[in-house]
C-alpha cells in the first residue's frame, strides 16, 4: 500500500522558515518523480514543485522560487520542502505526491501569521 506522510508543518511569523519532510512507503521511491502541491483555505490544489528520480532536476512555482528549495532522500525514502522567507500567501494544507498523481496523505498545515 502506498503511504505519503507529511510532516513539519507549523505556526511561523512572516519571514520566517519551515522544512517540510515526506516519509513514503509501499513502493520504489527512487523510480518515481514527486512533487509538492498545496491547497489554501478555499481555494483549490496548486503545484509548487517538483524533482526528478536523482534529486538534479526541479522544478517551482513563480511564487515560490527564490524561497523554496525541493530535496529527496532516496536512501530514506523521504521527500523535503525547505521553505524560507515565508509569507501569508503560503499558508496553506501542503502534501506530498508522485508526479502525475494526486495527494493520498493527510498533509502538512502551514500557518503563516503575526
Known sequence: EVQLVESGGGLVQPGGSLRLSCAASGFTFSNYGMKWVRQAPGKGLEWVSNINTGGTGTNYANSVKGRFT????????????????LKPEDTAVYYCAKMGGLPSGQGTQVTVSS
Open 70 to 85: 525541493i530535496s529527496r532522500d532516496n536512501a530514506k525514502n523521504t521527500l523535503y520542502l525547505q521553505m524560507n522567507s
